[in-house]
């Protein structure tokens, strides 16, 4: 399963990505509710509610507790790292989510999720011949 943060979609939003939706034709796709507030506060492909509706629809990453953010920041060391609240609610919700991965475009969060071990690969999916 692959939590794509809000930067995956933003860009699928502007130019269809085929990672992206092959993903969600297979349902592998996890959302997280930070990911819909976050794309909420911007321009969605209309109509809205349709778009955001589809987004809830998701099968649901677990969501970290504040308490869980902050013990991942503080054993993990991730202080510093250029990553905010948010960044790091996902990357903890995707370390407890069983078999997840953290697809983002951020650089400094890939480069914590790749640490962590749960980064996803967009360049190595195998996508089927069309």
């Known amino acids: 399963m692959v939590l794509a943060d809000t930067s995956v979609w933003v860009a699928h939003f502007r130019r269809a990505n085929p990672v992206l939706q092959s993903l969600l034709a297979n349902g592998q796709v996890l959302c997280h509710p930070l990911i819909v507030i976050e794309l909420a506060c911007g321009t969605l492909p209309a109509p809205r509610e349709r778009t955001i509706g589809d987004l809830k629809k998701?099968?649901?990453?677990?969501?970290?507790?504040?308490?869980?953010?902050l013990a991942l920041i503080e054993r993990e060391r991730l202080h510093d790292?250029?990553?905010?609240?948010?960044?790091?609610?996902?990357?903890?919700?995707?370390?407890?989510?069983?078999?997840?991965?953290?697809?983002?475009?951020?650089?400094?969060?890939?480069?914590?999720?790749?640490?962590?071990?749960v980064a996803f690969d967009a360049d190595a999916h195998w996508l089927p011949a069309s």
Do not use: F, H, Y
């Not at 609610?89 to 999720?113: H, M, Q, V």
């Open 58 to 69: 998701l099968q649901q990453a677990v969501v970290a507790t504040t308490d869980e953010t």
């Open 81 to 117: 790292s250029g990553c905010g609240a948010i960044d790091m609610a996902l990357l903890a919700s995707a370390r407890l989510t069983p078999g997840a991965r953290l697809w983002t475009l951020d650089k400094n969060l890939d480069a914590l999720a790749s640490r962590l071990g």
